[in-house]
């Protein structure tokens, strides 16, 4: 469904992706792994299309991600380093507005992602108030409700306690039984079924 | 059900203006700055208000300039730093249209405001009462062409650390025509001429600007993303 092929990506003099390919297939979660800086966030970011590659394609359906821009992007959902949330805002504003842009979300929805994230107990406090961890379940209820087949998730678990930790290899697992098909760049070992993995590892060479 | 181009535009209006009010600090700036400087010519030029009533055109319009490129560094700059300029590429709604959004609502908190308080400062320089309607709507006109000139320059600084400097050179230039047009019509207002003719030229660049901006600045902030 997702593939990637020869993509060979420069930042300035450094030659950061040296032909990296791979297919992701519905149900299955591509694991990027490897050492800081080889590459794993600038492959998400080329994958999103934030990024242009020197060389190389990314096709989605069957159809280069490039011709049809808008389309791809109502499929995917993307979390970067930095959840994408307005500090003076609280979790539900920021989730109605963040998944409201997408598709139309009623508060009842809102709420229940944020039951599911763990994040239900500070939900009407404005997010600049809440600690790393707790903006990153906010805006990984943002993810689930996007209900984007196609999940690009930077370090998903950075700032995360245990819980958490096990709540994002949940999440990750209830979207591949949907058929989902996930992305994830990961420093850790995520506790997933070896048989759904696709592992990656970038720099290696 | 995917969210349609009008209701995605309703959503970035009704956050940032939520947004803008719950921080009125950064809404009172540009608008008390330009209170301050055009209250400072009185001061410095001279009491004599027929000499000042001629200074007027001018000092209105390069202290709103001077005062929209301080509101013009807040347009995109937070919501590149969070994140949210991201989602908006990814979203899957046109980057242009979103963009357009977010200046003409940039425009409603910034331009607006300065355009109603600006009897004020005019009325300290020696304008008449009757002219108050025409420097209100110029200015109006006005703010509103140069926030989408300058939704351009702030996408292309967005790169840059130190972006300030850069967008301010990068503006003046292309706001120069609104300054001549919109002094002049202010001008013709406070000397009780027709100033339907540089109102007119003042449309023609709004209108310019809001078929061309958006794209530029979807363009830049694509740019500025990488």
Known sequence: MLKVSGLHLWRGDRHVLRGVSFEGVPGKCVLLTGRNGAGKTSLIRVIAGLLEAEEGEVSWRGQSTRADRHAFHSDLSYLGHEPPLKGDLTAQENLRFLVGIRRSVSAAEIDAALSRTGAKAFSDRPVRMLSAGQKRRVALAGVVLSQAPLWLLDEPTTNLDADGQTLVCELINEQLSRDGLVVAAVHHAMALPESRLIPLELGAA | MKT???????????????????????????????????????????PEMSRLRDAAPGVLWISALLSSLLALEFLFREDAMDGTLEQFALSGQSLTWMLFAKTCT??????????????????????????????????????????????????????????????????????????IFGARATELAITGGDLAGPMYLLGAIAVLGVTLAPLAAAAAVRIGLE
């Open chain 2, 4 to 46: 349609s181009p009008l209701a995605a535009a309703g959503l970035v209006v009704v956050r940032d203006l939520r947004l803008a009010f719950r921080k009125p600090s950064q809404l009172m700036q540009p608008l008390v700055f330009f209170l301050i400087v055009a209250t400072l010519f009185p001061l410095s030029l001279t």
């Open chain 2, 106 to 179: 940039h425009w409603l908190f910034t331009g607006v405001p300065l355009a109603l308080a600006a009897p004020v400062a005019a009325a300290a320089l020696g304008v008449p009462g009757e002219a108050m309607w025409g420097v209100v709507a110029s200015l109006a006109l006005g703010s509103f062409a140069l926030s989408l000139v300058g939704a351009v320059s702030a996408g292309l600084t967005l790169g840059a650390r130190r972006g300030g400097v850069l967008l301010s050179l990068l503006t003046l230039p292309l706001a120069v025509p609104i300054l």
